[in-house]
């Protein structure tokens, strides 16, 4: 599918600063993790119910199944449970879960023999870690062009390889070296894959307006 043609911006609902809102520190996070590295139960719940909803989307944007993604959760939780006193707050604990709940679902699926990526689509076969473009970059056309209810469907119907590359990169922030390390493929395979993701979300999200109304002159 050619998916070249410039995209006509639609109005976001709202501003849109970015593809997605990250979450920002939550009161009483720090607390919380200290008292549940003790074996408080009621910290543990409370960092669950400060961070379900974002682990839960992720599960969901990566899976695309609701079902799978209820029991993803589930599962990041409970090894969050058995592995809390492994973190050190070199980095924000939003982040360290975010991470541990990306590495949970990529070890399900390769469980289930799924591919995570087409190795078939590098830009440069032969020489997959130099590409000559360098499709990584922020895409402006993307970047609060769209209501997040559209963009949120659209990544939900992209093809799983695409899906999950995008994510990754435009919606965790993980670097190109990382997501290649994660899965197993090269960085100019997931730049490739990202470049791809945009082209598919820009046809995706490309304006059609509805027909009009015929006049009198043209019945």
């Not at 074996?39 to 119910?49: I, R, S, V, W």
């Not at 599960?59 to 492994?86: P, Y």
């Not at 975010?98 to 440069?124: A, F, P």
Request: glycine letters at 6%; aromatic letters at 6%.
């Amino acid at each position: 599918m050619n998916c070249e043609g410039q995209m006509t911006q639609v109005t976001p609902a709202r501003p849109n600063p970015g593809l997605f809102q990250r979450n920002q520190p939550i009161a009483g996070e720090a607390e919380a993790i200290e008292a549940a590295k003790r074996g408080d139960a009621d910290a543990f719940a409370k960092l669950y119910n400060m961070h379900k909803r974002r682990v839960y989307t992720i599960c969901l944007r990566m899976l695309g199944n609701v079902s799978a993604a209820e029991d993803m959760t589930q599962n990041a939780f409970l090894h969050l449970f058995r592995k809390i006193n492994s973190f050190r707050g070199e980095s924000a604990f939003s982040t360290w879960l975010h991470r541990l709940t990306v590495n949970l679902v990529l070890m399900q699926l390769r469980k289930k023999g799924l591919n995570l990526v087409s190795l078939d689509e590098t830009i440069n076969p032969g020489d997959d870690d130099t590409p000559k473009r360098d499709f990584g970059s922020r895409d402006p056309v993307l970047t609060g062009s769209v209501d997040r209810v559209a963009l949120e469907r659209a990544v939900a119907a992209l093809p799983p390889g695409y899906r999950m590359v995008f994510v990754l990169h435009d919606v965790e922030g993980f670097e190109h070296n990382e997501i290649a390390s994660m899965l197993d493929c090269s960085t100019g395979n997931s730049k490739s894959q990202l470049h791809k993701a945009r082209l598919k979300l820009r046809e995706m999200l490309r304006y059609k307006p509805q027909p009009t109304a015929p006049t009198e002159s043209a019945k």
